[in-house]
């Protein structure tokens, strides 16, 4: 490929990202945006899950610095983080709820994050386009159920960042970046 080929490529390649970056939200509304989040969520749980099995148990209490969640405590929060926002969208949570945040042990912490998953999945799944337009207070705001989603989304993102962060602080590769063999 030439210098010219490669240069109009590329522009073609910038204009496509910039059209989509003008599309409105709106028009990702309802049912696709659920499609979206969850296979997003699918993602998420593959990394979250395996990042959390890849760090050995006799690191799941280190900590980065005094007064910053351990490495149990930052998957747990996950964890119960994601019960909650499901709880705000309808879900029963979990009758250990208030107690998530201090399981340290590496394989209850694998089974609570797959349960807090499952029940965000579930709960996200049943919702229609017209319950994602539905409003709840959360956090001293009214939300629309869609941005509740939305933020399961985020807030997971942010803490796989954390967790990536905690891993590779430990020397371990996040599974999905290891060469391949």
Same mark, same amino acid.
């Given at each position: 490929?030439?210098?010219?080929?490669?240069?109009?490529?590329?522009?073609?390649?910038?204009?496509?990202?910039?059209?989509?970056?003008?599309?409105?939200?709106?028009?990702?509304?309802?049912?696709?945006?659920?499609?979206?989040?969850?296979?997003?969520?699918?993602?998420?749980?593959?990394?979250?899950?395996?990042?959390?099995?890849?760090?050995?148990?006799? !690191?799941?209490?280190?900590?980065?610095?005094?007064?910053?969640?351990?490495?149990?405590? %930052?998957?747990?929060?996950?964890?119960?983080?994601?019960?909650?926002?499901?709880? !705000?969208?309808?879900?029963?949570?979990?009758?250990?709820?208030?107690?998530?945040?201090?399981?340290?042990?590496?394989?209850?912490?694998?089974?609570?994050?797959?349960?807090?998953?499952? %029940?965000?999945?579930?709960?996200?799944?049943?919702?229609?386009? /017209?319950?994602?337009?539905?409003?709840?207070?959360?956090?001293?705001?009214?939300?629309?159920?869609?941005?509740?989603?939305?933020?399961?989304?985020?807030?997971?993102?942010?803490?796989?960042?954390? /967790?990536?962060?905690?891993?590779?602080?430990?020397?371990?590769?996040?599974?999905?970046?290891?060469?391949?063999?």
């Amino acid at each position: 490929m030439n210098r010219r080929s490669s240069t109009r490529t590329a522009a073609i390649a910038l204009v496509a990202i910039a059209a989509l970056s003008l599309t409105p939200v709106a028009a990702l509304a309802g049912s696709s945006v659920k499609t979206a989040f969850l296979a997003d969520l699918d993602g998420l749980e593959e990394k979250i899950v395996g990042l959390a099995d890849a760090i050995p148990a006799d !690191q799941y209490d280190w900590a980065p610095g005094e007064g910053v969640r351990t490495v149990s405590q %930052a998957f747990m929060h996950m964890a119960s983080a994601m019960h909650y926002f499901s709880s !705000q969208l309808g879900a029963t949570p979990p009758a250990n709820m208030g107690e998530l945040e201090s399981i340290t042990d590496k394989a209850a912490v694998a089974a609570e994050l797959e349960k807090a998953f499952a %029940a965000a999945r579930t709960t996200v799944g049943a919702l229609t386009d /017209a319950d994602l337009e539905g409003t709840l207070q959360l956090f001293g705001r009214e939300w629309t159920k869609g941005q509740v989603v939305y933020l399961v989304g985020t807030h997971n993102h942010e803490h796989l960042g954390q /967790a990536i962060a905690y891993a590779r602080s430990l020397g371990v590769t996040p599974p999905w970046s290891r060469p391949a063999s």
